[in-house]
């Protein structure tokens, strides 16, 4: 077995670790680092729960080794929250009832975030669409696309203020 040096910030934290070659970075991040927020569901990529943001983009954890983020940057579901103030994404899933069992909202979250981000205005099928990269079986991902429209339309709100 095979131990590696690795150097990673995580949610702005430097860590420095030792991990096995084929320590998965959702694994790492949960045992090593105790950032259980990131889910662990299928192990294969499809279900969404393990998303967090590599250098800025959406990624699923269980599909990268540890070693892979030497030197790189994570966000994970924690560092989402700024001096312990929920995002306006965060806040709306609560409001519109966007999670039950919560297993599947860090990912949907991280990948929501990311989304956001590079498109600001996406259409109801767009929601749709980036949400078919994430399975939930408890709330039938109404109060999911309530949350992520909720969010839109403030910041479209918010945009156009600003404006005036």
């Keep these: 077995m ?3 040096e690795i150097e990673v910030t995580i949610n702005g934290k430097k860590y420095q670790e030792q991990v096995e070659s084929r320590m998965l970075l959702s694994d790492f991040l949960r045992e090593i680092c105790g950032l259980t927020g990131t889910h662990v569901g299928c192990e294969h990529g499809v279900c969404g729960a393990c998303t967090i943001h590599l ?3 959406a990624v699923r954890s269980c599909l ?3 070693v892979q983020v030497d030197g ?3 966000t994970t579901v924690e560092g989402l929250t700024k001096d312990g103030e929920l995002t306006p994404l965060q806040r709306n899933f609560i409001e519109c009832h966007g999670l039950q069992c919560g297993f599947c909202t ?3 979250l991280m990948s929501t ?3 956001l981000q590079k ?3 996406p259409t109801l099928q767009e929601i749709k669409e980036m949400l078919s990269g994430h399975l939930c079986r408890c709330t039938g991902y109404e109060g999911i696309i309530k949350a992520i429209q909720k969010t839109v339309d403030e910041n479209n709100h918010h945009y156009e203020a600003e404006r005036r």
């Design 113 to 115: 975030t990311d989304y």
């Design 119 to 121: 498109n600001p205005n």
């Design 64 to 66: 990268i080794f540890a």
């Design 2 to 4: 095979s131990v590696h």
């Design 72 to 74: 790189q940057e994570i």
């Design 55 to 57: 250098n800025g983009s």
């Design 106 to 108: 860090p990912g949907i």
